[in-house]
């Protein structure tokens, strides 16, 4: 079997050739440890590779399944996003400041082990996921496989870039104000942020208050439904509970839509940010698109309700609380010190008003349902920097070169939406463009459908960066 095809068949392409007996779990996991040692220097994408602890349990699986287990993602290795527990590795949080392995999974890890997934190894991030650029003292900087001067978003950058170059076929991110989606955006995968309280973060109650959610970043839509329908549901543990989906996430991704009312928008929910013209060109055409596959569509203004006061209370209150937890404060970076600094600043008491007030903003930012049954805009506001953008910044500073990546995110991290990262072909840079469709809350299958719609009619998942080529 060709190692290229392998690598790029994609989660459900990898895990129905082990069921079908074209390759082995053993072989898969040789040939992606082959991969990440070729392809991961130039990139950064790994923080650790599990290579002993991947070849044993791919050994596992396919022993399980010659006496006929049979399991969603059995023998299928995936990465972990650094601010997740796996047993025996240290939890870093991208930087220097804990030493102590984790003593157990994560629940989310949990479920991935119990659905076969073999853990290959822990993606790069910024510490504690602050920055939409995946940048550290610790570890350096993350690249974009697409180009190797530029950022792969952030903060799950190391997952993206992992995806995007073929090292695995899907990689667990995290998202507190656009760090699933903007990573996808960068890199030209599919990324869903879920609706709040759809996945665990246990064994913590949260993930950044009111504000985060775990997820994956994969190259298809398919693979990206076929992940949550293993690790989606909470725990008694969780402080958010999603409702049910009306369907599974597989059967969505395979589902036609019908006919909806899609509104599409250009304008941030951050005052001050312009969108790159190439931006809003493909929120247009993506509009265009969706009108010929027979939904209705219009301009809308969404009157985005300023989500400041809500959203940044919990930034800081979600730092704080990683913080709190890490072994050696002392050895985190001076920007995450400043942010702990500036953070004092912000009275508990205010910081658990903006968490309750999380639901009284998503109904004002929910408004703009009230006529449609999606809304698309554009993913991130600029083109993807160079890297290097966090070089010499400050807490304060780093956070206004943030605002135009998080520019039209994080206002759904704030009302708890689900929304995705669509690709939508690539800038005259060469680096692709994206789109982001938003959902009622607690509707990812209408998300899920319209995304499987668009890949039908514009396929994307088999491109492939240039430089991930064996």
């Not at 293993?230 to 509970?241: K, L, P, Y």
Request: proline share 7%.
């Amino acid at each position: 079997m060709d190692t290229e095809e392998l690598l790029f068949a994609g989660l459900a392409g990898q895990a129905e050739m082990i069921r079908a007996g074209q390759v082995s779990a053993r072989e898969l996991t040789e040939a992606t440890l082959a991969r990440i040692t070729a392809t991961n220097p130039a990139l950064n994408a790994f923080r650790v590779v599990m290579a002993d602890e991947a070849l044993a349990a791919a050994e596992a699986c396919d022993t399980a399944r010659a006496s006929g287990k049979e399991a969603p993602l059995l023998g299928v290795p995936v990465a972990i996003k650094d601010e997740v527990d796996v047993a025996g590795q240290v939890t870093t949080f991208g930087g220097m400041a804990n030493s102590t392995p984790a003593a157990a999974d994560a629940e989310v890890v949990r479920r991935l082990r119990e659905a076969g997934a073999v853990i290959i190894g822990k993606t790069c991030m910024p510490e504690f996921g602050q920055w939409p650029y995946t940048e550290s003292a610790a570890y350096g900087y993350t690249r974009n496989p697409w180009d190797l001067t530029r950022t792969p978003g952030g903060s799950s950058g190391g997952t993206a870039a992992a995806v995007a170059s073929g090292m695995v076929a899907a990689g667990l991110g995290g998202d507190g104000g656009g760090s699933i989606r903007i990573p996808s955006a960068c890199c030209g995968l599919f990324g869903l942020k879920p609706q709040r309280g759809r996945v665990s973060s246990a064994p913590h109650p949260d993930l950044w208050l009111a504000l985060g959610t775990a997820g994956p970043l994969t190259r298809s839509v398919r693979d990206s439904a076929l992940f949550y329908d293993v690790i989606r549901g909470t725990v008694e543990v969780d402080a958010w509970h999603a409702e049910p989906p009306r369907m599974s996430f597989l059967d969505a991704a395979a589902t036609p839509p019908g006919r909806l009312r899609i509104g599409y928008a250009t304008k941030p929910a951050i005052r001050g940010v312009r969108p790159h013209p190439e931006h809003v060109e493909a929120v247009v055409r993506t509009a265009a698109l969706l009108a010929e596959l027979g939904h209705e569509v219009r301009e809308v203004d969404p009157r985005y309700p300023d989500a400041t006061a809500v959203f940044t209370p919990q930034f800081y209150g979600g730092v704080r609380a990683e913080a709190v937890e890490v072994q050696h404060p002392e050895r985190l970076e001076r920007r995450t010190k400043q942010t702990l600094q500036l953070g004092r600043m912000v009275p508990r008491a205010t910081v658990d008003w903006a968490t309750r007030n999380s639901e009284r903003f998503a109904e004002k930012a929910n408004r703009v349902f009230a006529g449609i049954d999606l809304l698309l805009t554009p993913t991130i506001a600029h083109r993807p920097r160079p890297v290097g953008a966090l070089d010499g910044a400050g807490s304060l500073t780093a956070q206004l070169r943030a605002l135009p990546m998080i520019a039209y995110t994080a206002i759904w991290n704030v009302a708890g939406n689900p929304a995705a990262s669509v690709p939508a072909g690539f800038g005259s840079d060469g680096v692709p463009l994206a789109v982001q469709l938003v959902g009622r809350r607690h509707d990812e299958p209408t998300i899920l459908q319209v995304a499987a719609q668009l890949e039908t009619a514009r396929p994307w998942a088999q491109r492939r960066p240039s430089m991930g080529a064996s």
